[in-house]
């Protein structure tokens, strides 16, 4: 495998510049449990969180697609598209509380990305099948 560790390794580093800065902002509010009604502190967390819910699902159906010897050229569109759309919404998120378009297209092009390996994962267990 090639591809999807590329892509994990590159989501990982993003993940964690995410919980840095929950990290940040809990030492600038002074808040060590939830969100003391910080706006920031909370976009942060959700930002973190988001990310947790929906990326790890996403990678495994990507590496389990390299494992089904995909197409190499169709699992790297993937995970370029997952890259940006998580980068786009965790900026959006966790950085920013006006870059709406960045949260938006982030939230779709990670849903496009689920939707498409979900499909093509099903595609590949019909194909055995038969």
Known sequence: MTVTPLYAGLLALWFVILGMRV???RRHSKVSLGDGG????QRAIR?????AEY???TVL???ILELSRFSPSVLHGLGATLLVGRLLHGYALSFT???RFGRAAGAA????VL????????????????
Do not use: K
Not at 47 to 51: E, K, L, T, Y
Not at 109 to 112: A, D, M, P
């Open 61 to 63: 159906l990507l590496g």
């Open 55 to 57: 990326v790890p699902l």
């Open 109 to 112: 092009l990670t849903f496009l």
């Open 47 to 51: 930002g973190h969180a988001n990310f």
């Open 38 to 41: 910080n706006p920031m502190l």
């Open 115 to 130: 939707i498409v390996a979900g499909v093509l994962c099903l595609y590949q267990a019909l194909l055995a099948i038969t």
């Open 97 to 99: 509380a006006h870059f």
């Open 23 to 25: 990290i940040h902002q």
